[in-house]
């Protein structure tokens, strides 16, 4: 931009620009938000709005859009889901006036900065799903080492966390974060530990890290100092206690990779289970499922809250009702701490915490260990919930400029301001009569305008001299138009006094705000305590409503379910269809379990069940099972389905064999695995070859022995369990009645010889011609000879039976044989192998 052609309006705008240049900026003019240059060119495809230009003096035209000032919430959702940062400039003063006090004529209104907004930082619901946490994340490496620092500034809690540098990645996949600040994008040094525990100290008031539990942490503790200028550069607010400082182990949960989320449909299985009553619980459910436990005895202790709210309907009830109240009270006291709660928001804040007292009663009467501890973390905020009581009207307006959100009485400033605007207008209200009294003028009018303000009106056909202390103020055709000095400042106090109260009020809402942000902390551990209270609901709610039971969950490696159910499976279908099945594994005796049966017929189904069932036993939850004695898995493990990458140039082989690696790479004795069709994207021999080698590597390998299900129509597999101890054979059984099958879905003892796999072909529609043709080519090479001979089987060391011609063979001496007993010789030969 060309400084000397800009307008005083666009030098403005360049001068916030300059200070956000990596942002779009939007830039209030009149009622309309302009985007200008390259944010426009930007932005306008974005939010959906047309692309114009203004003329830009000697430099040509701008480009631009621009979009109205009462919607500009929705505009910027767009822009922040789109991954931009988003720089809000106002006007921080009104418009000019003509008459009485206010802006000069022709000065143009001073602009400021007031909001930036990141994907990361938004505080407002119209930015945020409330089901969802909302993180900004720093994460970086250093040897085998990696620190990472979760911020969710909505809720005010920052996290700290020091990890293995394998296991970043799952662990920023569990977090999923809107924002992820790493090198090279935040130059390395900005994460040097020290930095990173000046800024904990001068922002947070944290002398030392091992007072939030980082003492072992420096990564983490450099992560959080750039969390922190992030943070500060953005214009969020940063005191001692606007945010919960906590560093949490990562071996105390159970790492789940993006193969296993997805194989498993944890978003699904979330949302079959989330029976939350307010956005808090549905948020801490969801983390929950995301960060399976590993120790028995925080899982037993979460078991038995929710056996006992499975077990009373009148408990769960309760607590239904005590709960709807509070709403959303943790995102509630963080966006009014940071200043950004309208009124209406510090009403429902207020709600929140008038809803806290029933909770606390509701929770009296539960006997669980975890309820009640959770019970003593819940406070009602007393003194700021009168205080706010005291100082908000319960119904306040949506807009803080229109004034009306204070009660009358909470402040004297406030009161008198209001009082004498109300006087001033009684005043005016009766001056036409007290004028005409006074005047002798019965014509005597008194009016008012948006330019002129309030004036006296009196007609040319009056033939009264007027008051000595009337001046004139306007001509017209028929009337003369006067003031006096006591109506010009009765209309001062009436014209200044709804933007003297609106900014008294926006005052009064900022020490409310600063109320808010005192208590922080005590409503935050209520808030968290909530939520906790209300994901144990929601996990009794499921196993009360879907009939699931308590599962045992010990330090052992023994896995056993009786009547397993796959939950997603069992809710797609109608009552009393899913046929459920049992299983055993055990790294002593049954610790790979080779799963055979045509296509259709529920392998995948028994797998992920299985994986599903630990899953959730781990999170605290109760299983889809008659019975479960689960051992504590380490890991989960699924290699199921088959999908590309085209976006990494991996075919659908490629990524089967890098998710099979980092199986064998990464599981031990403890895991759980789950692999499905290993091999069959590509060759028959090169496949067989792969899935017996990897099944043999299981069950060898000194640092694996893990409980394994393996899912293959290889079933040349199945001759394993003859020679590898710990491997056993099982398949899901079939009904054959002629061309005909049916599908029992029950798992049993021993392996399929048949896949059935035309069968399928025709249950799935494919022409009645194909069908047939495909039996006829079937029966024709099973008639000629298998292609893959059974002492071939595909590289298997299966012990056969000597061969007699075989032996005669090698035993033979040609060199000695004359051309007539060599020829005798083949005709004997001959004469052994014909039937």
């Given at each position: 931009m060309n400084d000397v052609a800009l307008t005083p309006v666009m030098r403005q705008y360049r001068e916030a620009k300059e200070q956000h240049p990596d942002g779009i900026l939007l830039f209030r003019l009149g009622d309309f938000y302009e985007i200008f240059f390259e944010d426009a060119e930007v932005a306008a495809p974005v939010m959906g709005v047309t692309l114009t230009s203004r003329p830009l003096g000697k430099s040509g035209r701008a480009p631009m859009c621009g979009v109205p000032h009462h919607a500009w919430q929705a505009y910027v959702g767009k822009l922040l889901r789109a991954g931009h940062k988003v720089v809000i400039c106002d006007q921080v003063e009104g418009p000019p006036r003509v008459h009485g006090a206010g802006t000069p004529v022709g000065k143009v209104v001073r602009r400021d900065v007031t909001r930036v907004l990141t994907p990361g930082t938004v505080v407002e619901d119209a930015y945020l799903d409330p089901s969802h946490a909302n993180y900004l994340v720093a994460a970086w490496t250093r040897g085998a080492e990696a620190g990472l620092a979760a911020c969710e500034v909505s809720t005010g809690e920052l996290l700290l966390c020091q990890l293995p540098r394998e296991r970043l990645d799952a662990e920023l996949l569990r977090l999923a974060p809107s924002e992820l600040l790493t090198p090279p994008k935040v130059e390395e040094y900005r994460f040097d530990p020290a930095r990173g525990q000046q800024r904990l100290r001068d922002l947070l008031g944290i002398a030392f890290p091992a007072s939030v539990g980082a003492a072992d942490a420096p990564l983490a503790v450099g992560a959080a100092g750039v969390v922190l200028d992030y943070l500060k550069q953005n214009q969020t607010r940063i005191v001692p206690g606007s945010f919960t400082v906590r560093t949490y182990s990562p071996e105390s949960t159970m790492p789940l990779d993006a193969a296993t989320v997805r194989n498993l449909e944890l978003p699904a299985l979330v949302e079959l289970i989330d029976g939350t009553v307010t956005p808090i619980g549905a948020r801490r459910l969801r983390a929950w499922i995301g960060s399976p436990m590993r120790e028995a005895e925080?899982?037993?202790?979460?078991?038995?809250?929710?056996?006992?709210?499975?077990?009373?309907?009148?408990?769960?009830?309760?607590?239904?009702?005590?709960?709807?109240?509070?709403?959303?009270?943790?995102?509630?006291?963080?966006?009014?701490?940071?200043?950004?709660?309208?009124?209406?928001?510090?009403?429902?804040?207020?709600?929140?915490?008038?809803?806290?007292?029933?909770?606390?009663?509701?929770?009296?009467?539960?006997?669980?260990?975890?309820?009640?501890?959770?019970?003593?973390?819940?406070?009602?905020?007393?003194?700021?919930?009168?205080?706010?009581?005291?100082?908000?009207?319960?119904?306040?307006?949506?807009?803080?400029?229109?004034?009306?959100?204070?009660?009358?009485?909470?402040?004297?400033?406030?009161?008198?301001?209001?009082?004498?605007?109300?006087?001033?207008?009684?005043?005016?209200?009766?001056?036409?009569?007290?004028?005409?009294?006074?005047?002798?003028?019965?014509?005597?009018?008194?009016?008012?305008?948006k330019v002129f303000g309030y004036y006296i009106e009196i007609s040319n056909a009056n033939n009264v001299p007027v008051p000595d202390d009337y001046v004139r103020k306007q001509t017209l055709t028929g009337a003369e138009r006067y003031l006096t000095p006591e109506l010009k400042e009765k209309e001062a106090v009436v014209l200044t006094a709804q933007e003297r109260i609106a900014a008294r009020e926006l005052e009064i809402l900022r020490d409310l705000a600063e109320a808010v942000a005192e208590s922080a902390a005590i409503v935050r551990s209520s808030a968290q305590a909530v939520g906790m209270v209300d994901a144990l609901l929601s996990l009794a709610v499921t196993a009360a409503d879907l009939g699931w039971h308590r599962?045992?969950?010990?330090?052992?490696?023994?896995?056993?379910?009786?009547?397993?159910?796959?939950?997603?499976?069992?809710?797609?279908?109608?009552?009393?269809?899913?046929?459920?099945?049992?299983?055993?594994?055990?790294?002593?005796?049954?610790?790979?379990?080779?799963?055979?049966?045509?296509?259709?017929?529920?392998?995948?189904?028994?797998?992920?069940?299985?994986?599903?069932?630990?899953?959730?036993?781990?999170?605290?939850?109760?299983?889809?099972?008659?019975?479960?004695?689960?051992?504590?898995?380490?890991?989960?493990?699924?290699?199921?389905?088959?999908?590309?990458?085209?976006?990494?140039?991996?075919?659908?082989?490629?990524?089967?064999?890098?998710?099979?690696?980092?199986?064998?790479?990464?599981?031990?004795?403890?895991?759980?695995?789950?692999?499905?069709?290993?091999?069959?994207?590509?060759?028959?021999?090169?496949?067989?070859?792969?899935?017996?080698?990897?099944?043999?590597?299981?069950?060898?390998?000194?640092?694996?022995?893990?409980?394994?299900?393996?899912?293959?129509?290889?079933?040349?597999?199945?001759?394993?369990?003859?020679?590898?101890?710990?491997?056993?054979?099982?398949?899901?059984?079939?009904?054959?009645?002629?061309?005909?099958?049916?599908?029992?879905?029950?798992?049993?003892?021993?392996?399929?010889?048949?896949?059935?796999?035309?069968?399928?072909?025709?249950?799935?529609?494919?022409?009645?011609?194909?069908?047939?043709?495909?039996?006829?080519?079937?029966?024709?090479?099973?008639?000629?000879?298998?292609?893959?001979?059974?002492?071939?089987?595909?590289?298997?060391?299966?012990?056969?039976a000597p061969d007699p011609l075989r032996k005669e063979l090698e035993d033979l001496e040609p060199d000695s044989l004359s051309p007539l007993e060599a020829l005798q010789k083949l005709y004997q030969l001959r004469a052994k192998l014909s039937p």
């Open positions: 925080s899982i037993e202790l979460r078991l038995g809250a929710v056996a006992e709210l499975a077990q009373s309907a009148g408990l769960r009830e309760g607590l239904v009702r005590a709960l709807k109240p509070v709403g959303d009270l943790e995102r509630l006291a963080s966006r009014s701490a940071q200043g950004h709660a309208t009124a209406r928001e510090l009403v429902a804040l207020r709600r929140s915490l008038e809803g806290i007292p029933a909770l606390q009663e509701a929770l009296t009467t539960c006997q669980a260990l975890a309820t009640r501890e959770l019970g003593g973390q819940i406070s009602a905020a007393p003194e700021l919930v009168e205080k706010l009581s005291r100082a908000l009207v319960d119904d306040p307006p949506a807009v803080a400029r229109e004034g009306g959100a204070i009660r009358a009485g909470f402040d004297a400033e406030l009161d008198g301001i209001a009082g004498a605007s109300r006087s001033a207008r009684e005043w005016i209200g009766s001056l036409e009569a007290s004028e005409r009294r006074r005047s002798g003028i019965r014509s005597l009018k008194v009016g008012f305008n599962p045992e969950v010990n330090a052992g490696l023994r896995l056993s379910i009786k009547g397993g159910r796959h939950p997603l499976v069992e809710h797609s279908l109608p009552a009393g269809v899913f046929v459920a099945n049992d299983l055993e594994l055990d790294p002593e005796q049954d610790q790979i379990v080779i799963l055979t049966g045509p296509n259709m017929a529920g392998k995948s189904t028994y797998l992920r069940q299985a994986a599903v069932i630990v899953l959730l036993a781990q999170c605290g939850s109760f299983v889809p099972a008659e019975s479960a004695v689960v051992g504590l898995a380490d890991r989960i493990f699924t290699r199921v389905g088959a999908h590309d990458d085209i976006t990494s140039g991996m075919s659908t082989f490629m990524v089967e064999m890098t998710e099979t690696a980092n199986i064998l790479n990464h599981a031990t004795r403890s895991s759980l695995v789950i692999l499905d069709e290993v091999g069959r994207g590509t060759s028959t021999y090169d496949g067989v070859s792969i899935a017996q080698a990897v099944v043999e590597h299981l069950h060898d390998s000194p640092k694996l022995g893990c409980r394994t299900l393996f899912a293959t129509h290889y079933h040349e597999l199945t001759a394993l369990a003859e020679r590898l101890t710990r491997v056993v054979n099982q398949r899901v059984e079939v009904l054959e009645d002629g061309e005909t099958v049916r599908f029992l879905h029950r798992v049993v003892p021993g392996g399929a010889d048949r896949s059935y796999g035309i069968h399928v072909a025709a249950l799935a529609g494919l022409p009645s011609g194909v069908i047939a043709r495909a039996r006829q080519v079937l029966a024709e090479l099973e008639r000629q000879r298998p292609l893959e001979p059974p002492e071939l089987q595909l590289g298997l060391p299966i012990e056969l």
